[in-house]
């Protein structure tokens, strides 16, 4: 499967936008349930929704790190960001602003793909 390198960049930006708010809304719920009213439904809804999410950004993030060639600094940088919330925010920003988004330029060694 030959995924474009631009349409990886919009995967890992949408999917670290829905992992930060998936975040806000699970403090949201927690904070309803545990200083609030004591409702659970905004926990029930956004944990699982959270978790997902903080799955799905780590395989992007990996997926992404091999596509661009990411070092293993920057690597490590972007899967820490999945942990404080709305962090993967910052790491989408960071990654976008330092090029590291960007497809890697081909060298004359390399050869081209056939199809």
């Known amino acids: 499967m030959n995924i474009k390198p631009r349409t990886t960049a919009l995967i890992f930006r949408v999917v670290a936008a829905f992992e930060a708010f998936t975040w806000v809304g699970l403090l949201i719920g927690m ?11 905004g926990v029930q809804i956004f944990g699982p929704l959270h978790g997902g999410a903080f799955v799905a950004y780590g395989l992007v993030a990996l997926a992404a ?13 972007t899967l820490a960001a999945s942990v404080p919330p709305l962090t993967t925010l910052l ?23 056939v199809a």
């Open 31 to 41: 904070g309803v349930k545990y200083l609030g009213s004591g409702n659970e439904i």
């Open 65 to 77: 790190a091999l596509r661009f060639r990411w070092g293993l600094w920057a690597t490590l940088a």
């Open 91 to 113: 790491a989408d920003w960071w990654l976008h602003r330092t090029g590291r988004l960007v497809p890697v330029a081909r060298t004359e060694n390399e050869a081209e793909p």
